[in-house]
Structure formats: structure tokens, C-alpha cells
């Protein structure tokens, strides 16, 4: 009776194998909006070391491993495009240097990205030299302080829209605003709280001011305009969510699981 049992199951995976692959074939509409060329691009931001560090075997971090896990999906290669700042992708959007990105939801950015829900939630917070009178968030938006920014970043765009008083000084990346902050002699950085913070704790020189000035909600993309393959994103981020494959890709690379959005 087991043996009869084992057989029949011998004989049904095949079926089943076949079932699933059917299920995860998307239609080719889907495939011409995600993969025209036949492999998946990817928009790598090397800026944020929440979603991406480079490493000596290329690029890794929890996009990397959604953009991989889409590919799978879509039963095509995955090519990852690396960008050195968040400013660098957004600006390419509708160049066709790439198909789907990982950038903060922006309403500027969103005029020429459609965007899927948040897979990763981080905050905005500042940094100030160590006896700099600035102790609050309030008081970073005043005249003549001096605010170092990344061109094009989710928080550049933020206080663009937001601050009255003070001056943005703007740096090519990310990383390079807090450069241009200490060598520079600027008043304030702005930033992701997490390199911040490991960027305070190795410089006692500088401390970070307490709270955040914003939420940045941290999404997949792809260029307007392709509705089949934007739906399709939208559902496979979902999924990917419910699997926790981000908060496994967050772990993975050394950072904290419970900034995966719910």
C-alpha cells in the first residue's frame, strides 16, 4: 500500500511541477513593460547601505534580493544597475537605462514613476557638531543655518518643499553631504537615520539631534506608462512581503528586520 502510495506521488509531481510554472508565467504584456529587452534591469542605489551595499562580489542587500526574486519570477536574468545616489536613478526614469527601481515615494517622483506600496519604512534625522546650539528639530529651519543635502534624495525633495529659513547645500550623494558637512564646516547634515547614527558613533565630534524631521517610505518602481507590469509589481511586492523575504533580506545584510514595512 505505501509502495503504491510512494508511486502515485512520483508520478503526480511532475504534474504539479508543470501547474506551478504555469501559474508564475506572466502574460506577455507583463513581461514587454518589466523585461522588454528579455532580462530584468535593475536600479541599484548604492546610496541608501539600508537597501544596498557594494561588496567584492557586486552589489547586495535586500533590493538586490527582490530584484532577483522578480527575475525568478518572471523567468528571465536580472542585470543590476548601480547608481551612486538615489538622484542619479530618479533622474534616468524613462531614460531606458533600466525597468524597475528602489527609491522613497516622492509626489515629484511620482510623475514619472509608478511606484508600489512601501517594503522598507526609515526616517530623516539631522546631524550637528557636538556644540552646535541646535538642539531640536524646530530650530534646524532658521536663518543662516546651513543644511548639506544629496541631490535628488527622498529628504532633499522633503525639505525643498518644507523649510522657509535655512539653506540647502547640496552634494552629489548622500554620503558625500556628510563630507561636505564636516570638511565644509556646514551646520547641519540631513540624512538616513541609520548611517547617521553609525556615522555619530564613530565621531565624537558630531551628534545626531533626537527624533525625525520625516517618514521615508521606501518602494519598487518602474517607469509610467506600462499598467500591466506596474499591477504586476504591485502584487509581487505584496507577496513578497507576506513571504518575509524583506525582513529576511534586511536581516541578511545586517540590518534591522523590523524596518520592513508592514
Known amino acids: 500500500m505505501r509502495l503504491r502510495a510512494a508511486l502515485g506521488l512520483l508520478l503526480l509531481l511532475p504534474a504539479l511541477g508543470h501547474a506551478e510554472t504555469r501559474d508564475m508565467t506572466p502574460d506577455?504584456?507583463?513581461?514587454?513593460?518589466?523585461?522588454?529587452?528579455?532580462?530584468?534591469?535593475?536600479?541599484?542605489?548604492?546610496?541608501?547601505?539600508?537597501?544596498?551595499?557594494?561588496?567584492?562580489?557586486?552589489?547586495?542587500?535586500?533590493?538586490?534580493?527582490?530584484?532577483?526574486?522578480?527575475?525568478?519570477?518572471?523567468?528571465?536574468?536580472?542585470?543590476?544597475?548601480?547608481?551612486?545616489?538615489?538622484?542619479?536613478?530618479?533622474?534616468?526614469?524613462?531614460?531606458?537605462?533600466?525597468?524597475?527601481?528602489?527609491?522613497?515615494?516622492?509626489?515629484?517622483?511620482?510623475?514619472?514613476?509608478?511606484?508600489?506600496?512601501?517594503?522598507?519604512?526609515?526616517?530623516?534625522?539631522?546631524?550637528?557638531?557636538?556644540?552646535?546650539?541646535?538642539?531640536?528639530?524646530?530650530?534646524?529651519?532658521?536663518?543662516?543655518?546651513?543644511?548639506?543635502?544629496?541631490?535628488?534624495?527622498?529628504?532633499?525633495?522633503?525639505?525643498?518643499?518644507?523649510?522657509?529659513?535655512?539653506?540647502?547645500?547640496?552634494?552629489?550623494?548622500?554620503?558625500?553631504?556628510?563630507t561636505a558637512f564636516a570638511r565644509d564646516g556646514l551646520d547641519v547634515a540631513a540624512g538616513v537615520a541609520q548611517p547617521l547614527a553609525a556615522y555619530a558613533a564613530a565621531h565624537p565630534e558630531v551628534r545626531l539631534l533626537p527624533g525625525h524631521f520625516m517618514e521615508i517610505p521606501q518602494a519598487m518602481g518602474m517607469p509610467v506608462g506600462h499598467p500591466a507590469g506596474a499591477a504586476y509589481l504591485a502584487a509581487f511586492l505584496a507577496q513578497a512581503k507576506r513571504d518575509g523575504l524583506v525582513r529576511q533580506g534586511l536581516k541578511a545584510s545586517g540590518q534591522d528586520p523590523d524596518l520592513a514595512a508592514p
Open 28 to 178: 506577455p504584456k507583463v513581461l514587454h513593460d518589466l523585461a522588454p529587452t528579455g532580462t530584468l534591469r535593475a536600479a541599484i542605489n548604492l546610496g541608501n547601505p539600508v537597501l544596498a551595499q557594494a561588496g567584492p562580489d557586486g552589489p547586495a542587500g535586500v533590493s538586490v534580493d527582490l530584484a532577483r526574486a522578480l527575475a525568478a519570477r518572471l523567468g528571465v536574468k536580472v542585470a543590476l544597475v548601480t547608481y551612486p545616489g538615489a538622484g542619479a536613478v530618479s533622474g534616468s526614469a524613462g531614460s531606458g537605462a533600466w525597468d524597475i527601481c528602489f527609491l522613497a515615494i516622492d509626489p515629484k517622483r511620482a510623475e514619472g514613476i509608478a511606484f508600489t506600496e512601501p517594503y522598507v519604512q526609515i526616517a530623516g534625522s539631522y546631524l550637528v557638531p557636538v556644540a552646535s546650539p541646535i538642539r531640536s528639530l524646530e530650530e534646524v529651519d532658521r536663518d543662516g543655518v546651513r543644511v548639506s543635502v544629496g541631490r535628488g534624495s527622498a529628504y532633499d525633495l522633503f525639505l525643498t518643499r518644507t523649510l522657509t529659513h535655512a539653506t540647502l547645500v547640496r552634494a552629489p550623494t548622500s554620503a558625500e553631504a556628510v
